[in-house]
């Protein structure tokens, strides 16, 4: 079992810079390739990035180098820092988590776990 708990969403105007993070409650040892996903209105669920267990990282092309994916294993938390945000960015950002040491697939793979989400939103 595996509990997600995301933070750090808001409003912020764009060129502005928010940072996301995940907590991970885990019950049994193991490793785990996470990701964040995000969801606009009227609109499907996206991927942004993964990041393997070793922090091997894959990314959205949209948002390839405004965001960065990162994690700290010790405490088991997940980050995604947003630089550059642009009112298209708006969206309800999730956290996701699978068994497994690697993403083989990126944000196209299939996770098991999921957070609540928290939203993020961005005004011209």
């Known amino acids: 079992q595996v509990q997600l708990v995301e933070s750090g969403g808001g409003s912020v105007q764009a060129g502005g810079s928010l940072k996301l993070s995940c907590a991970r409650s885990?019950?049994?040892?193991?490793?785990?390739?996470m990701g964040w996903f995000r969801q606009a209105p009227g609109k499907e669920r996206e991927g942004v990035a993964t990041?393997?267990?070793?922090?091997?990282?894959k990314y959205a092309t949209s948002i390839k180098g405004r965001f960065t994916i990162s994690q700290n294993n010790a405490n088991n938390i997940l980050y995604l820092q947003m630089n550059n945000l642009k009112p298209e960015d708006t969206a309800m950002y999730y956290c996701?988590?699978?068994?497994?040491?690697?993403?083989?697939?990126?944000?196209?793979?299939?996770?098991?776990?999921w957070g609540q989400g928290t939203q993020v939103t961005v005004s011209s």
């Open positions: 996701a988590a699978q068994e497994g040491r690697y993403c083989p697939f990126g944000i196209w793979g299939s996770f098991g776990y």
């Open positions: 885990v019950y049994t040892y193991s490793s785990y390739c």
């Open positions: 990041i393997d267990s070793d922090g091997s990282a």
